[in-house]
């Protein structure tokens, strides 16, 4: 990996529970990640995002059902910056108790719980043996 990527964009810093980790950026987008847990039938365990030297843990697995993940980019009218935000949440059953995260100054925004109906299955983790497939609408 280019080392100015750290210096450029966030990271995603990602353990897996087959004791493998994965960086998750712009080459390495969510897909790659969903999909070696998909063929592993393995789950993420540690989340951690870090922009150049300022890095958070924004998710550690304990006795959810699954590990939710939906980047966006946010542009306001008659500016040139974009805004990213990450919502990572724990899913519970059909809840997601999720935070929404800024970045890059990786900053907790909002904390809040949604419904797993309202997702895509990409969007989803899920533990072994745990097999809720959200309905899409």
């Known amino acids: 990996m280019n ?22 950026y712009s080459e390495n987008p969510w897909e790659n990640i969903w999909n070696y847990c998909q063929e592993k039938t393995c789950y993420i365990t540690k ?22 993940f939906v980047k966006s980019v946010l542009a306001n009218f ?4 974009s805004h990213q935000r990450y919502i990572v949440g724990k899913v519970y ?7 929404k995260w800024g970045s890059p100054e990786i900053q907790l925004i909002e904390e809040e719980e949604k419904n797993i109906t309202d997702y895509k ?16 609408k």
Request: a negative charge; aromatic letters at 12%; glycine letters at 8%.
């Open 3 to 24: 080392q100015e990527i750290y210096e450029t964009e966030t990271i995603g810093y990602i353990q897996i529970s087959d004791g493998s980790s994965h960086l998750l």
């Open 47 to 68: 989340f951690i995002m870090g922009f150049r030297s300022h890095k958070e843990t924004i998710f550690e697995s304990s006795d959810e059902d699954g590990f939710f």
């Open 121 to 136: 299955p990409i969007c989803f983790v899920w533990k072994k043996n745990i097999q809720i497939e959200p309905e899409i």
């Open 78 to 81: 008659g500016d040139t910056r």
């Open 93 to 99: 059953n059909t809840n997601i108790i999720c935070q």
